[in-house]
């Protein structure tokens, strides 16, 4: 397998970028949901948000680069056999699964620092804030957090039913080609 | 009875009303330029205080030096302005564990007795509403100082301190045995109008 895609073939860095994006978007969703009902005495309770954070804020370079790439190497062209509604709805789902993403990381970040507090990565590095002046930010930016975060995993499941769907009715080779074969 | 009752306060108060309209003062508490502070302080973890305040109040009470016994207070509180100096904190704070501001956007305390003490100190009684719910309080109040300003008007200033248990409030969230009450400090300043 080569590392860049091709006309008919998912290259590796596209494929691996795709698996690592959608396992940390799950795990996200999932510490997000449980890290804000812990107990306040949960060892949890402080390590939950830091962790959350720093993968967030990687997911986001992440995503960049994905982006970047996808940009540089675009995805293979679709299937004969795809039918042209098919091609447009899974288009507009991809491009709605970027938007939603890159939306939900702003505001992430837009929560944990409305009063200029910036974000530590890791320990690693970290990330200053710049806008504090939306009255009620953290509340605002929660808000959306939680209702752009439902409505991808809402996507996602329609992204993953399509490909399903290509694999056992249509037994073509739509699934197979993103891991690979 | 009852009616004679009434009808002699009626008559002290007319008889009254001349020289206690001199000595009753009305005072607007100075929000506007923020010469006053509704703060609070709970326990972390009992190891040390949270302070927090509330930035959007209003506040008036009636004071006559002659007779402080008649002294009425009314504070007006919207709890949405809760500042803990930590927006995550705060987004919490104004949430379900606790104000659940959308619910409860105010709490308000209007006073039932005034009873003087020694040196300028009182004891305020009153209604607390908080969280929806409605507690008799009382506030240990002491004067801190009155007099003119420099810019023509009269001021008098009080600090008042109280404290309860935020359950009974129907705030059950555990913060922990020693974090279950809330202090608070009112540091009010009154323009006499």
Known sequence: ?181 | MKSKTLATSLLVASLTFGSSALMAADYVVDTKDAHAFIQFRVQHLGYSWLYGRFNDFSGKFSYDEAAPEKSSIEVNIETNSVDSNHAERDKHLRGEDFLNVDKYPQAKFVSTSFTPGKDGKAVVKGELTLHGVTKTIEIAVESIGAGKDPWGGYRHGFEGKTQFAMADFGIMKDLGPKSKNVEMILSLEGIRQ
């Open chain 1, 1 to 181: 397998m080569q590392w860049k895609n091709s006309t008919t073939h998912f290259g590796l860095i596209a494929i691996a970028l795709h698996w690592l994006v959608a396992l940390t978007v799950f795990g996200l969703f999932g510490l997000g949901l449980w890290m804000t009902e812990l107990d306040y005495y949960d060892s949890w309770y402080k390590q939950g948000p830091w962790l959350h954070k720093s993968i967030g804020i990687l997911l986001f370079f992440t995503l960049l680069f994905r982006i970047y790439w996808r940009l540089l190497t675009p995805p293979p062209v679709g299937l004969a056999s795809h039918k042209q509604w098919e091609a447009k709805i899974s288009y507009a789902v991809q491009l709605l699964l970027y938007l939603l993403l890159l939306l939900i990381m702003l505001s992430g970040y837009l929560i944990s620092t409305a009063d200029n507090r910036s974000i530590d990565v890791f320990n690693w590095f970290s990330i200053p804030a710049s806008i504090t002046s939306i009255p009620n930010q953290a509340d605002v930016a929660g808000w959306v957090h939680l209702v752009l975060a439902s409505g991808v995993i809402g996507l996602v499941s329609l992204h993953a039913a399509a490909a399903l769907k290509h694999h056992f009715v249509d037994k073509d080779q739509t699934l197979k080609r993103i891991i690979g074969k």
